[in-house]
């Protein structure tokens, strides 16, 4: 919210963690992929097994199903350990 202001609320949030667990130093490679997916699916995945989610969080999660989306850009967040973190964002080719 601090980054996106009053848009926050309006940008889907979908964590794919769930679908392959922790596979360390290949998780952000991964995440870009299934990002380029969903930018050439036009596509969002859901965050599978959401089941309670927290009622002060008011952003636009997509729990359990995907859903369809018009994308122009994605972004990916990695956070792994020691602090070696990462964001990458991608943008649709037409």
Known sequence: KQVFGEHAQRIAVSG?????????????????ALCALALDRQWIPPTINYENPDPACDLDIVPNHGRPAE?????????????????????RVR
Do not use: D, R, W
Not at 71 to 91: D, H, P, Q, T
């Open 16 to 32: 794919t963690k769930g679908y392959y667990a922790h596979p360390l130093g290949a998780t952000g490679a991964i995440e870009a």
């Open 71 to 91: 994308l122009n850009y994605v972004m990916s967040n990695s956070f792994g350990f020691g602090g070696i973190n990462a964001c990458v964002i991608l943008g």
